[in-house]
């Protein structure tokens, strides 16, 4: 007996769950949702089953014929919830019913008044990394890949869109709610039910639901955005390009495997730029800025249907292999699409995110190994860029080395031999020196695998532009100062390499200086704002503190909330009163996974 992964309570001796049929009551007043799941299992068992739960209140369990299992559910571990066990006798399937908390880590219940439309009540799943276990019981690591089919109920005047093919609208039927609920509630009137199917074999952490008011609009045969009704036209404007970003996924990594590739823009708490839900990527609407700038994140997103989706991290120690893939796939498609000047900017501002987080953990060095050791620690706590930026080095590293018509040979190669699998850092290491024998005496495998930091012979990326946005950025503290012909021809992703490579604190002069030409601080584009703002928080500059608050009120992205509290509470006396004052005010508006990255940075910095 032995666990396999550090983040789950799944046993190695145990059969993996195959398919999971779901039902689930959408109860909006009280913030829950009352649930009942039927796992499938590879193989009949006897003896104990581990399954995964968080905050769940489990009601019974039972077997194919109706008779009830026994089951226990123990005290909550800090990182992996409680284990709940259940013991089978030669039984291939077991159901459960359930009822979430309002507490729910992977939920977010939004009252009307927090929604864009105002109108009806909106509630959404984040499960990545460990959170679909507090929507339903299951062994929630990626190695368990599931099938799934749902039925969702819901008020009729609502919708509900899943990572799942959309299979039927009906009205609730008897005996349909199998144990979710009493059969008088799931009956009720003014309520239908959705039918979802996924049928290809996916992690538990993209699971993914959301329910609202919610329309959408089509962008190809194969796309379409969904969105609140006051968000929707915005929304296709954005994003009129994806079908041509798909096509050049295609012709890079291979046929899309999802059928579909539809993009849901959230409510502005969402924690995430984009989570890559296949057949339904969630995305935040800080990346709505009207000039289509904000497409890189779909670009990334886009890319997970390959690496990531496709080709899955065993564990969250072997992160890098979603993430890293992912960001060199991206970057490849930006490329294609836009050209080699602005995928070299793409790089720099991802090696200057790389630099930082080196310096985050240089008191925790686990953390800055592409394959690392998490066991007892919250990936949500360590989450970082590095895996995504030093992932990406690793792999253009090798792509020099052998060449880009090999590497692209290589990729595909990859993606077609594990595709549907989930796989650890040791079976990529033996794939490729299976592909490129000698690779090992070339670059240092090891040291990009296991080591700490960012190896020697990782490239600094260079460009024309590049280079002269960093020296223009460089020049600040010498007194230099941007001219209106130095940035004429400047895109958003220009500003941010400038903003994002000044020093973090400047005195009160110079914060004035660089915001009265340009209006950093009142920017539609968040990547813009939000670094400019950053300068001011960690400068403890008071006359962005209004804004600033009003920031952190605005939205729920850990992107933007992580340094602008950070910044507050490293600044003056003042400014970590009002980061302490903000947070009370607006924890409620954000998601309990944003609520516990800003809980964990006031324990920090509290001194």
Not at 2 to 16: E, G, K
Not at 345 to 357: D, N, P, T, V
Not at 531 to 547: K, Q
Request: hydrophobic share 40%; net charge negative.
């Amino acid at each position: 007996m032995a666990p396999l992964d550090p983040h789950s309570f799944t046993d190695s001796s145990h059969p993996l769950t195959k398919r999971v049929d779901l039902c689930f009551f959408l109860d909006f007043e009280a913030k829950i949702i009352l649930g009942s799941a039927t796992l499938h299992l590879e193989r009949p068992h006897t003896g104990e089953l581990f399954l995964d739960s968080r905050s769940l209140h489990v009601q019974g369990a039972s077997d194919p014929t109706r008779r009830p299992i026994p089951f226990s559910l123990l005290e909550p571990d800090r990182v992996k919830g409680s284990l709940l066990r259940v013991t089978l006798s030669e039984q291939r399937s077991i159901s459960i019913s359930f009822k979430t908390d309002p507490s729910a880590s992977a939920l977010q219940w939004l009252d009307p008044l927090q929604t864009a439309g105002k109108k009806l009540p909106y509630v959404y799943t984040q499960c990545q990394s460990i959170h679909a276990r507090s929507i339903f019981p299951c062994q929630d690591t990626p190695v368990a890949r599931i099938q799934y089919a749902a039925k969702i109920n819901i008020p009729q005047d609502m919708r509900v869109v899943m990572s799942a093919a959309h299979v039927g609208r009906s009205t609730p039927s008897p005996g349909e709610a199998n144990g979710a609920c009493e059969e008088s509630r799931w009956m009720m009137g003014g309520r239908v039910v959705e039918h979802f199917l996924m049928e290809q074999p996916i992690p538990p952490y993209l699971f993914a639901l959301a329910a609202g008011d919610i329309a959408y609009e089509d962008l190809s045969p194969r796309s379409r955005v969904y969105a609140e009704p006051p968000e929707l036209s915005a929304a296709a404007h954005e994003f009129v390009g994806v079908e041509a970003m798909v096509q050049q996924g295609e012709a890079l990594f291979g046929p899309y495997e999802w059928e579909r590739f539809d993009l849901l823009v959230m409510p502005p708490s969402f924690p995430y730029g984009g989570m890559e839900n296949p057949r339904m990527v969630f995305l935040t609407p800080t990346v709505i800025v009207g000039d289509r700038s904000g497409v890189q994140v779909v670009a990334h997103e886009l890319a997970h249907s390959w690496t990531g989706n496709l080709i899955t991290n065993a564990s969250n120690n072997d992160f890098w292999l979603n993430e890293g893939f992912t960001t060199y796939a991206e970057r490849r498609i930006v490329e294609a699409l836009e050209g080699e000047d602005r995928a070299a900017l793409h790089i720099g501002l991802g090696w200057s995110g790389l630099k930082e987080e080196i310096e985050r953990f240089k008191d925790l060095p686990e953390f800055t190994k592409l394959k690392c050791n998490q066991e007892g620690v919250d990936p949500d706590e360590v989450y970082s860029q590095v895996p995504y930026e030093k992932g990406f080095q690793f792999l253009w590293r090798i792509e020099r080395q052998v060449g880009r018509v090999a590497f692209d040979g290589f990729l595909k190669k990859y993606i077609s031999s594990f595709k549907f699998l989930s796989i650890d850092t040791e079976m990529f290491l033996v794939f490729l020196k299976e592909q490129f024998p000698g690779i090992q005496e070339q670059i240092d495998l090891d040291m990009w695998a296991y080591g700490s930091g960012i190896p020697l012979d990782a490239l600094v990326p260079t460009s024309a532009i590049l280079q002269r946005v960093l020296s223009l950025a460089e020049g600040f503290d010498a007194g230099q100062r941007l001219s209106k012909d130095d940035c004429a021809s400047w895109q958003a992703l220009e500003w941010q390499i400038y903003l994002e490579n000044l020093p973090k604190k400047l005195n009160t002069e110079q914060v004035k200086e660089l915001d009265k030409p340009f209006s950093f601080s009142e920017n539609c584009n968040w990547e813009i704002r939000v670094a400019f703002l950053t300068i001011a928080a960690f400068s403890g500059y008071e006359p962005c503190f209004p804004v600033i608050e009003h920031a952190l009120h605005t939205v729920g992205r850990m992107k933007y909330l992580r340094p602008l509290y950070s910044g507050l509470l490293q600044s003056s006396t003042e400014a970590k009163k009002l980061a302490k004052r903000v947070f009370e005010s607006a924890m409620p508006t954000y998601h309990p996974i944003a609520q516990s990255v800003v809980q964990g940075l006031l324990k920090k910095f509290d001194h």
